[in-house]
């Protein structure tokens, strides 16, 4: 039969059809639209999402061909769910606790980054956590075998990780040898002290070259803890197909005494570390909640913009595509959204460390610089920055930015060497060359960060 093709029709010869839907696997769509596909041995049924801007049309089912005209289409071979609800036997088999707890030490490991009574034994006991010790408010945290700084970085090389973990030990020991002694003093080049905000602002609390500590630590936590577990370590395939996972998973071989598999485990810890804090992990997209300071906070910023809008239920939609692929055993359908978190995760640092640069080059051509907010922009865009080397390219499977690339990057926006007092002299030129250079990465530009 002839058919008037929109962008492109699929054509589904059914005794190939099974093959064939195991390898399409195109993003996007809201919809839901079902088509049984019978052959000679099995009646299959396909999950297809459709953008609802488009239109989709059955021109003709015969015994041997589905003929569909279509705009922007998904086409899989096993259903997904609508929010991150997995059930075996009336049971949930998701399960990321431990990361809730990893990201709850966290935050609270940040936030005592503003209280000037915190000690830097304390701060380092909590990075490094140990099994009873009464290290943070919470007796469940204290109670806990979790602990930050063993997930911290670790996906890399031994030197790396060490490097990594260092960095965040040195800022947490500057802010408690020389933020919290001048809590009272203001700052100025040089010296360490408050800056409050023009108009009766915020007080910010920064170091002698205008770094507040506890946003370096709390941005670049993003990427070394978050970004890192979860792209560099959970979705990876050497991590999901460890050990017999692959045969266990098509068998549905279950953890001995638990309702999920290995595999399947491994997804959810890898979901938990960007909704461990939703205020409900189930639908986050719609309930995200406040409790959260690391990625979920930033995923919500970035969707928020114009430029970036859908960003929030794109990653979602991914985590619960290769989640519903896992459960099906199809490996190849659960890369590939493996593939689209990580590039979708990494915009999200990409977007606000080039959002908070530029906010701060801004700031600095003001007429009366308002340095209070340009050091905060600027602070939270070093963390960001800092986390551009967790970030993973799937094409390439690569970071977008290396850790010498980033580190290079750090001394142009925040240069210490000589006479030179970070912030207080860093250019206009060289935060706005570092913006440009991040967006284009990504694919975006500096007029959208």
């Not at 108009?199 to 803890?225: F, M, P």
Request: charged share 20%; proline share 2%; glycine share 8%.
């Amino acid at each position: 039969m002839d058919s008037i093709i929109s962008k492109f029709a699929i054509v589904l010869q059914t005794k190939n059809s099974m093959n064939l839907l195991k390898q399409i696997f195109i993003y996007g769509g809201t919809a839901s639209l079902i088509f049984l596909l019978s052959c000679e041995e099995e009646t299959v049924t396909v999950t297809e999402e459709v953008i609802v801007t488009d239109t989709v049309t059955v021109i003709e089912t015969e015994t041997d061909t589905v003929t569909v005209i279509e705009t922007d289409t998904v086409l899989i071979g096993f259903a997904v769910p609508e929010t991150y609800l997995f059930t075996r036997d009336g049971d949930t088999t998701v399960s990321y606790s431990g990361q809730t707890t990893r990201l709850k030490m966290a935050k609270e490991m940040v936030n005592a980054l503003k209280d000037e009574t915190t000690t830097i034994a304390q701060l380092l006991a909590m990075f490094d956590h140990q099994e009873g010790a009464s290290d943070f408010s919470d007796a469940d945290l204290n109670a806990s075998s979790k602990q930050i700084k063993n997930k911290t970085g670790n996906n890399g090389t031994a030197t790396n990780a060490a490097a990594i973990r260092a960095d965040l030990e040195a800022w947490m020991t500057n802010q408690v040898d020389s933020v919290f002694p001048a809590w009272t003093d203001e700052a100025s080049k040089g010296l360490a002290g408050y800056i409050q905000e023009a108009g009766g602002g915020s007080t910010r609390y920064v170091n002698q070259n205008g770094l507040e500590n506890n946003q370096a630590v709390n941005k670049a936590l993003i990427g070394a803890l978050v970004a890192d577990q979860v792209l560099n370590g959970y979705l990876t395939p050497e991590k999901l197909n460890s050990g017999t996972n692959e045969a266990d998973q098509a068998a549905q071989t279950k953890v001995d005494g638990k309702s999920y598999t290995n595999m399947e485990h491994y997804w959810d810890e890898g979901y938990g570390y960007i909704y461990g804090l939703a205020a409900d992990g189930i639908d986050p997209v719609t309930t995200p909640g406040n409790d959260d300071i690391f990625m979920l906070k930033y995923i919500g910023k970035v969707d928020s913009d114009p430029d970036f809008a859908g960003t929030a239920d794109e990653l979602n939609r991914a985590f619960r595509e290769g989640r519903a692929a896992v459960i099906e055993a199809e490996f190849e359908a659960r890369d590939a959204a493996a593939h689209h978190i990580a590039k979708t995760a990494s915009l999200v640092i990409g977007v606000r460390a080039a959002h908070y640069l530029k906010a701060g080059q801004i700031g600095l051509a003001a007429t009366s610089v308002d340095y209070a907010s340009v050091f905060h922009d600027l602070s939270e865009g070093f963390g960001f920055v800092y986390s551009l080397q967790f970030t993973l390219n799937p094409e390439t499977g690569a970071p977008y930015f290396s850790r010498e690339e980033v580190m290079e990057m750090l001394s142009k926006i925040y240069p210490t060497t000589g006479d030179m007092r970070g912030f207080w002299d860093v250019t206009q030129s060289d935060l706005q060359e570092a913006a440009t250079t991040i967006a284009t990465a990504f694919g975006f530009t500096y007029e959208n960060a």
